[in-house]
């Protein structure tokens, strides 16, 4: 782990919160003056701590109404890996891209408007040279869906 004190660890956590709320604001809740605060938040970016600042959307409420989760074998005769990896993160519909251990290899996580659309992307990998195998699964309700929370609990320590 990164080494944080408690100051930095209060102001990622307050930057987990809301990240919108001007550095004054954050100063005062968390004891440190605003100078100090935009320090830390340059020292914590530049560290590679904080990849960047950014609202969370719902893609339900965008228009991205079904998500599922793609589970690719690969071909271990195959040079799956180097020919295929950027061309499925230029995939704009993934938003998750996971070397997975287990039966299967890879795991992606998409995002579309529907099935004609999930369809089309599943396609697209099929044609992918060294896809063996492919299983699909349609997420139908989210239960939890915060990334968050393992962060929280490590600066909460």
């Not at 990240?19 to 340059?42: D, E, L, M, N």
């Amino acid at each position: 782990m990164a080494n944080l004190n408690k100051l930095d660890k209060k102001l990622l956590l307050e930057l987990l919160q809301d990240c919108s709320r001007p550095v004054s604001a954050i100063a005062s809740r968390i004891g440190a003056t605003r100078q100090t605060v935009s320090k830390r938040i340059r020292r914590l970016v530049e560290s590679g701590i904080i990849r960047g600042f950014s609202a969370r959307l719902d893609p339900e409420v965008l228009g991205l109404g079904l998500r599922a989760l793609i589970l690719i074998k690969e071909d271990p005769k195959s040079d799956f890996r180097s020919k295929n990896e950027e061309k499925m993160k230029a995939l704009r519909q993934i938003s998750g891209f996971y070397y997975i251990f287990g039966r299967y290899d890879v795991v992606l996580e998409v995002f579309v408007e529907d099935n004609k659309e999930l369809k089309s992307i599943v396609k697209e990998i099929h044609e992918l040279e060294g896809v063996r195998e492919t299983e699909t699964m349609i997420v139908h309700s989210i239960i939890k869906d915060n990334r968050e929370d393992p962060l929280i609990r490590i600066l909460q320590g």
